[in-house]
């Protein structure tokens, strides 16, 4: 029995003898098969790829203005700059350190124990703490997108109004990439815990966990908000005074924007201690955190896959009462089916998680873009930023739809002689995933679009304007998707990433840019106009019939192509 025992426990814990290349293949595994995905994309989908890159430049151009104004305006002031600057930089790398540990947990957890990947790996001679590595790379490079996308326009606005010389942007970019392993590493452990502990309520911890984190943002937003309203002239030390806990000497944010303080005044020595301070840290970070996690991966798995199966009831029971509270409008028949589309979004993290990461990163922006101006916004400034948000805002809406809301009806395609014997015509069934789309996009959208005019303190008929092209384009995005997804489907797909890659993909991301490009353009001429009257509040019967015009054209797209997709869709073989 000993023997058993013995060999029971050095099975659960193997070693490295006789493996000693597995890493190194796995990671060759995966370069590959990266190459051949953007192969497989510039062939199948030049014109997705191109307006994918499209997209990017145009966040990045957006993003490059809004950040060239702030530190333009700070350096007005070069007192206040002094100690304005640093704390630009640690927001942001606080800021980016929890969105980057949430999304590090969220893509961490889905790839070691709710792929089938890991489980085929575990079973050849590949150590667990070489699966976990090679996971916890792709993790990092798919979580520092982010990253990225915010901190290149960072670099290149504050090099641009400072004159700084070329080591700037190298240290700047290798502070960055040096940080990304630590809120990594801290992803990493927390998805093992709970992995561990709580199997049964794997996707609603990290859901609650991502509600509190924005919870505490939304409060100390409310009362930085307060300090800033506030008639007293002590603002800005009461300011300072809640920003003071974001210097502390053993935060990782600290060591980074010393780094990047140090670099921007030209002290590349000092600069490159911090730089230093910051790789040692996430090396030992990753070593630690891969070690950890590769010893108890095995129990972890056995864990997740059992409690996955015990909290079935437990997950239906919320994801019921969910739906009945979002949908309580709807019939009983199509609230059931939209339950279906409802539970497939909460047990999917790369959807969930993606929408509050792409969302989160724009909820940040607008929280602290009041304090970029205290005494307000001008006239131009407000509708300018409304401009911008509204682009952002719609922008993401359609890589959201694209992504995620297209593929729902050709992932039906396996059960279509299922979808025959439901109790409702086919037309309910396109009209419920519309409903179901449009509730899930509008609630994070117009969210998003009350905080921007919130921070913008915009008039009231600007405010409209702005919450109803919104609201149109998201009706009109969603339309589309759904439309288009059934006129254009591909049944014999079973990953929605493939579909919404495929032609009717394409030809949807076609149709959504354009829908966004026109109704932001309208946006701009009604902003534009605004400040040519000098009042935003007042609205003339040409920037009224224009208004109407953005809410006309989502009403049009969507009913055009939900047309078109519930006659394909009853046409389709059962």
């Known amino acids: 029995m000993a023997q058993i025992q013995a060999g029971i426990h050095t099975s659960v814990r193997p070693d490295d003898r006789g493996r000693p290349g597995s890493l190194a293949l796995l990671v060759r595994l995966k370069l590959r098969l990266l190459r051949n995905r953007v192969r497989q994309i510039a062939d199948q989908s030049p014109m997705r790829l191109l307006l994918v890159i499209l997209f990017l430049a145009v966040i990045w151009g957006a993003l490059y203005a809004v950040f060239d104004y702030v530190f333009t305006f700070l350096r007005r002031f070069e007192q206040q700059s002094v100690i304005a600057i640093p ?12 969105l980057l ?33 090679i996971m916890y ?33 190298a240290l700047f970019v290798a502070a960055l990439l040096g940080f990304v392993p630590i809120p990594g590493a801290m992803g990493l452990v927390a998805a093992l815990a709970v992995a561990i502990f709580l199997p049964r309520l794997a996707r609603r911890t990290l859901l609650y966990a991502g509600a509190a984190v924005l919870a505490a943002l939304a ?24 920003m003071q806990f974001l210097k502390a000497a053993l935060l990782p944010s600290t060591w980074v924007t010393n780094a990047i303080r140090y670099a921007i005044e030209d002290r590349p020595a000092d600069s490159l201690f911090y730089l230093g301070v910051t790789f040692a840290t996430a090396l030992f970070f990753s070593w630690a ?86 005494e307000g916004f001008s006239t131009q400034w407000q509708a300018l930023i409304c401009f911008l948000n509204q682009g952002a805002v719609t922008l993401i809406l359609s890589t959201f739809t694209s992504r995620f809301v297209f593929p729902m009806i050709s992932l039906e395609g396996r059960q279509m002689w299922l979808v025959g014997l439901w109790p409702m015509p086919r037309a309910e069934v396109m009209w419920a995933k519309f409903i179901y789309a449009l509730t899930i996009c509008g609630l994070a959208a117009v969210s998003v679009t009350f905080l921007s005019i919130r921070a913008l303190q915009l008039p009231p008929a600007m405010a409209v304007v702005q919450a109803s092209a919104t609201l149109a384009t998201c009706v009109g ?56 009257q000098g009042n935003l509040n007042r609205l003339d019967p040409l920037n009224v019939l224009l208004a109407s015009l953005i809410v006309a054209i989502g009403a049009l797209a969507a009913s055009i192509a939900m047309k078109l997709g519930i006659r394909s869709f009853r046409r389709a073989e059962v």
């Open 101 to 133: 540990a949430f999304s590090a947990a969220v893509l961490v957890y889905s790839a070691l124990f709710a792929r089938s990947e890991p489980a085929f790996l575990l079973t050849t001679p590949a150590h667990p703490r070489h699966v976990v590595a």
């Open 87 to 98: 704390l630009v930089f640690h927001v942001f790398v606080l800021a980016m350190t929890v």
């Open 477 to 532: 995005l969603c339309g589309l998707a759904v439309g288009l997804g059934a006129r254009l489907p591909s049944f014999h797909e079973t990953s929605a990433g493939r579909v919404a890659s495929g032609l009717g993909g394409t030809v949807n991301l076609i149709a959504s840019v354009v829908l966004v490009t026109v109704n932001v353009a309208l946006v701009g001429v009604i902003c534009y106009r605004l400040v040519e």
């Open 219 to 242: 409060f100390w937003w409310i009362r930085l908000w307060s300090l800033t309203t506030s008639d007293s002239g002590r603002w800005l030390q009461d300011f300072l005074g809640e």
């Open 289 to 374: 955190a891969v070690s950890f996690v590769g010893y108890y991966l095995l129990p972890a798995f056995a864990s997740a896959q059992s409690g996955a199966q015990r909290s079935a009831s437990v997950q239906g029971r919320a994801s019921r009462r969910l739906t009945d509270v979002l949908f309580c409008y709807l019939p009983k028949q199509m609230r059931m089916l939209v339950l279906k589309d409802m539970r497939n979004f909460l047990r999917d993290p790369a959807q969930w998680s993606q929408l509050v990461i792409l969302f989160g990163l724009l909820g940040l922006y607008l929280i602290y873009l009041p304090r970029s101006r205290p």
């Open 137 to 169: 790379l792709e993790s990092l490079f798919f979580a520092s997108w982010s990253l990225v996308l915010l901190g290149l326009p960072l670099m290149m606005a504050i090099g641009n109004v400072m004159g700084l010389p070329w080591h700037f942007y």
